[in-house]
């Protein structure tokens, strides 16, 4: 009898699950179809979108291998006194701010990107970028150039900078021709707090001119603030009054470690809406307010250097197509998605989206 009580229960335990699971497949199909149905609708109408401040170029190391067997080869190779390592490399455009406005153009919106380089740069950029729809002209050649190491591993990445002129990049940095493009701005997106100096000037600054157009949305990607070192807690304290108490921050891209670090949940979600990315899912906080957890693509990834970047280009994109959270949301996990898991590391277009959805629709 206790066997086929036992039975029973595995059996009702299948049937409810099996039933949770179709009732999710069909949500999901339903979110997607729609924002497929969007998707292949052109924009409302023109928008002009403005990213600031970083841009470099980045060298990736493809190793590929565990940390503990990479740092097994480099001992080596240091204890008998220097040598030479023979690993796949390969040289791209990045920066959050660049790698978010390159995804954006891909996707046919005008975006403007605002930054400092040097002469060097300057050219780099204008050879990645000669076939997409981006606005150089607000980008300065005095400064000098930034550069990324990344050291891909299995399962992590490890990215060594030097931020060049992103350091120091504050309201000085814009010219009367930035400060008036920011204000006939629809959206306007910042990124790497943590590797400036400057940031909380910058985005007080930014963001306040912003706020003088009432249509006008605030991006904030503060990114890892690790950078700060000692100085992180006074810092982020000073981010906090400065820029959130003021309500100059309408949304913040944050993943959980970031999330941890810039306040609680409790008190961000008062003073902007939350838009939380992690490898599993996606959901969104304001107020009272939150969306279900949205789940990643399955997906087999060539690289992981610049998802986030990709993932803040979809939801921004959400904007655009005036979606709701929960569509804004999957729209950023999809353009990710389809951005690491591309052999050429390329940011997809919007039919590119459109197909990659229609993949993922269940029967």
């Known amino acids: 009898m206790e066997n086929?009580?036992?039975?029973?229960?595995?059996?009702?335990?299948g049937t409810v699950i099996s039933i949770i699971i179709q009732k999710v497949c069909v949500i999901m199909n339903t979110l997607i179809q729609k924002l497929i149905d969007k998707l292949e609708e052109a924009p409302s109408r023109e928008f002009k979108i403005v990213v600031m401040p970083h841009f470099c170029i980045d060298n990736?190391?493809?190793?590929?291998?565990?940390?503990?067997?990479?740092i097994e080869m480099f001992g080596k190779i240091a204890k008998q006194g220097g040598g030479n390592l023979t690993i796949s490399q390969t040289f791209h455009m990045g920066g959050k701010a660049a790698n978010c406005a390159s995804a954006l153009a891909s996707?046919?919106?005008?975006?403007?990107?605002v930054a400092r380089t040097n002469e060097l740069g300057l050219k780099l950029m204008e050879y990645f970028t000669k076939e997409k729809n981006m606005d150089l002209?607000?980008?300065?050649?005095?400064g000098k150039l930034a550069y990324t190491t990344t050291i891909e591993l299995e399962g992590a990445n490890v990215m060594i900078s030097d931020p060049g002129s992103l350091s120091k990049f504050g309201p000085d940095y814009l010219s009367e021709e930035d400060i008036k493009l920011i204000r006939e701005a629809?959206?306007?997106y910042i990124s790497d707090w943590g590797l400036n100096e400057k940031g909380t000037e910058l985005a007080q600054y930014?963001?306040?001119f912003a706020k003088e157009n009432k249509g006008c949305k605030t991006f904030f990607d503060p990114g890892d603030p690790s950078p700060k070192r000692e100085r992180e807690k006074e810092d982020i304290a000073r981010l906090k009054q400065d820029v959130f108490d003021k309500g100059l921050v309408d949304i913040i891209s944050l993943n959980l470690d970031e999330l941890r670090r810039y306040g609680d949940l409790e008190y961000l979600r008062k003073v902007a809406r939350v838009d939380l990315h992690t490898y599993r899912y996606a959901r969104c906080?304001?107020?009272?307010?939150?969306?279900?957890?949205?789940?990643?693509?399955?997906?087999?990834?060539?690289?992981?250097?610049g998802a986030g970047d990709a993932w803040n280009a979809g939801d921004i994109y959400g904007k655009v197509l005036e979606s709701t959270p929960e569509e804004s949301l999957l729209l950023a996990n999809a353009n990710a998605a389809y951005y690491i898991?591309?052999?050429?590391?390329?940011?997809?277009?919007?039919?590119?989206?459109?197909e990659f959805l229609k993949d993922k629709l269940t029967i």
């Open 4 to 13: 086929i009580r036992l039975a029973l229960n595995i059996d009702i335990r």
């Open 60 to 70: 990736f190391i493809e190793y590929g291998g565990s940390y503990e067997s990479f």
């Open 107 to 113: 996707l046919g919106i005008q975006t403007y990107l």
């Open 137 to 142: 002209t607000h980008v300065g050649a005095l």
């Open 186 to 188: 629809d959206i306007v």
């Open 206 to 208: 930014v963001f306040g």
């Open 285 to 305: 906080y304001f107020k009272v307010e939150e969306t279900e957890k949205i789940p990643t693509f399955n997906v087999t990834p060539k690289r992981l250097t």
């Open 341 to 354: 898991s591309n052999s050429e590391s390329r940011h997809p277009q919007r039919q590119d989206l459109i």
